[in-house]
């Protein structure tokens, strides 16, 4: 399945063709995208049948109406160095435990966003993130898999003067600006990859004369703490809830490890994808 939020209304995807869950459910399932999580396990169920490229009510849409996936999580979890070069690129070790900070749930936004950029050490952070289903308490890492919705694609943009302006550093104040948190668009239940935990990610700048300059090519199977392990270690300390966001990690490519450091510019556009799900792109201006 792919879940996505057209015109903030919840839908099913395939391609360019929508069905909307309310209609093609009789009002057994609302519109609101974020209120769906509630009731993952009957929902998912009952889409799973849906088959959107023979649906009588299926319709075309433009990518530009998609937004946030998930558009209100509680929680929004953020793994710092959790691929092994971004670890060496910035100049630190490979952590022991999952290194853990939250994007306020304020700064999340959908797949095509404009972004105002708060200051000029602007960093882009290609990401897979993970949207809770039914999540939990304590979760066994062998049933952590059945307990998440599915994948989306995340930015994890981040000041970076403001994430190191302090001692401690500020990583949730400099990761929280306004749409510093885009993703989409869709979520993608696991059951159509052939591979879930081995998925190509890349970001890509365009520059405001049009060049193009692919600044992060990974893949998910170098994560260092992987899905399954970092939803039952979260599981342990948070209770996590249906519609969370885990953020779990950047592979490197990052502006701040390159020399000399590059930031995003006045005019640029920044395009990250990932294998399977597909791609969102935010425009930045000053």
Same mark, same amino acid.
């Given at each position: 399945m792919r879940i996505a939020n057209l015109a903030d209304r919840l839908v099913l995807i395939h391609d360019h063709l929508a069905v909307d869950v309310e209609t093609a /459910? *009789?009002? @057994?399932? *609302?519109?609101?995208?974020?209120?769906?999580?509630?009731? !993952?396990?009957?929902?998912a169920a009952w889409a799973s049948a849906i088959d959107v490229t023979d649906h009588p009510d299926a319709t075309a849409f433009p990518d530009e109406e998609l937004g946030a996936p998930s558009p209100r999580p @509680?929680?929004?979890?953020?793994?710092? +160095?959790?691929?092994?070069?971004?670890?060496?690129?910035?100049?630190?070790?490979?952590?022991?435990?999952?290194?853990?900070? &939250?994007k306020f749930a304020s700064a999340v &936004?959908?797949? /095509?966003?404009?972004?105002?950029?708060?200051?000029?050490?602007? #960093? !882009?952070?290609? =990401?897979?993130?993970?949207?809770?289903?039914?999540?939990?308490? #304590?979760?066994? =890492?062998?049933e952590a898999l059945s307990r998440i919705a599915g994948y989306t694609v995340g930015q994890d943009l981040s000041e970076r003067t403001v994430q190191w302006q302090a001692t401690p550093a500020q990583f949730s104040m400099g990761k929280s600006f306004r749409d510093f948190a885009p993703t989409g668009p869709a979520?993608? &239940?696991?059951?159509?990859?052939?591979?879930?935990?081995? +998925?190509?990610i890349s970001a890509t700048i365009v520059e405001v004369d049009g060049t193009e300059t692919r600044v992060q090519d990974g893949s998910t199977a170098q994560l260092i703490f992987g899905v399954a392990e970092l939803? /039952? @270690? +979260? /599981?342990r300390i948070l209770e996590l809830l249906p519609g969370d966001l885990i953020f779990t990690g950047t592979p490197p490519g990052v502006g701040a490890g390159m020399d000399p450091k590059r930031f995003l510019r006045?005019?640029?556009?920044?395009? &990250?994808?990932?294998?399977?799900?597909?791609a969102i792109t935010q425009r930045f201006h000053a």
């Open positions: /459910s *009789g009002g @057994r399932f *609302g519109p609101d995208p974020a209120a769906v999580f509630a009731a !993952w396990g009957e929902f @509680r929680q929004v979890v953020g793994v710092g +160095l959790n691929y092994a070069d971004h670890a060496a690129e910035a100049g630190l070790p490979i952590p022991d435990e999952p290194v853990v900070f &939250t &936004t959908g797949p /095509s966003a404009d972004v105002t950029l708060p200051g000029a050490t602007v #960093d !882009w952070e290609a =990401e897979l993130v993970v949207v809770i289903g039914t999540g939990g308490r #304590d979760i066994p =890492e062998a979520i993608v &239940t696991l059951d159509e990859f052939a591979d879930p935990a081995t +998925l190509a939803v /039952s @270690r +979260l /599981s006045d005019g640029e556009t920044l395009v &990250t994808e990932i294998e399977g799900i597909g």
